[in-house]
C-alpha cells in the first residue's frame, strides 16, 4: 500500500554566525529524516531583526518539504533538529542558532496549544512572505482566500525595505 504524502512549507531563519551554516545544517536533517524531503527551497534573505532589535540581521529562507508525517510530528521533527543545532531560548525573538517554523500543512487550519496552522503571523512577516512566494506564490494562504504573492504585495513599504536577497 504506497504512503500517503503531505506538501508543507516550513521556514528558516538564523543570525548566530555561521548563519549559513546553520540554515544548511537544517535542510540537511529533514533531507536525512525518512519522514520528509526538501522539494523546493527559496533564495536566502538578509533581514533586519524585529521584537528585540539589540541583535545581528538575520538570514531567512522557506522551504516546501514533502512529509508522511501528520503535522504535530512535523512539528517535532522541526524542533528535534532546532534542538541538534543548539537553539537556545533565553530572550523573545531574540538571537538564535536556527528558527524552524512550520507555515502551513497543505490547506490544514489547526489551533491547538503547540500548533497553530497558518503559522499565526504569516501575514505580518516579510521575511517569511518574500521567500515564501518565490516558492509558493499561489498558495492560498488557509483561512485567508489570499495567496502568498498577495500577502506579500500588501505588505507596508517599510516592512518591504527590511528584505534583501542574500543569495
Known amino acids: 500500500m504506497p504512503v500517503e504524502t503531505h506538501h508543507a512549507y516550513i521556514a528558516l531563519g538564523s543570525n ?5 551554516e546553520f540554515l544548511n545544517r537544517a ?25 528585540y532589535a539589540d541583535q545581528a540581521d538575520f538570514l531567512n529562507m522557506v522551504l ?3 512529509t508522511t508525517c501528520d503535522p504535530f510530528a512535523l512539528l517535532g521533527i522541526a524542533q528535534q533538529i532546532e534542538d541538534d ?4 531560548r533565553t530572550i523573545k525573538n531574540g538571537p538564535r542558532t536556527i528558527d524552524v517554523d512550520l507555515l502551513a500543512y497543505e490547506d490544514q487550519i489547526i489551533d491547538h496549544e503547540i500548533l497553530e496552522l497558518p503559522h499565526p503571523r504569516i501575514q505580518e512577516r516579510a521575511f517569511v512572505l518574500f521567500p515564501m512566494a518565490e516558492i509558493a506564490a499561489d498558495f492560498v494562504l488557509p ?3 489570499q495567496t502568498i ?3 506579500r504585495d500588501a505588505l507596508p513599504e517599510a516592512e518591504k525595505a527590511d528584505v534583501r536577497i542574500y543569495e
Open 16 to 20: 548566530i554566525e555561521p548563519r549559513r
Open 27 to 51: 535542510i540537511k536533517a529533514l533531507d536525512r529524516n525518512e519522514s520528509t524531503s526538501v522539494v523546493q527551497k527559496s533564495h536566502i534573505y538578509e533581514t533586519v531583526p524585529k521584537g
Open 64 to 66: 516546501e518539504v514533502e
Open 85 to 88: 543545532l543548539n537553539r537556545v
Open 143 to 145: 483561512g485567508t482566500g
Open 149 to 151: 504573492q498577495a500577502l
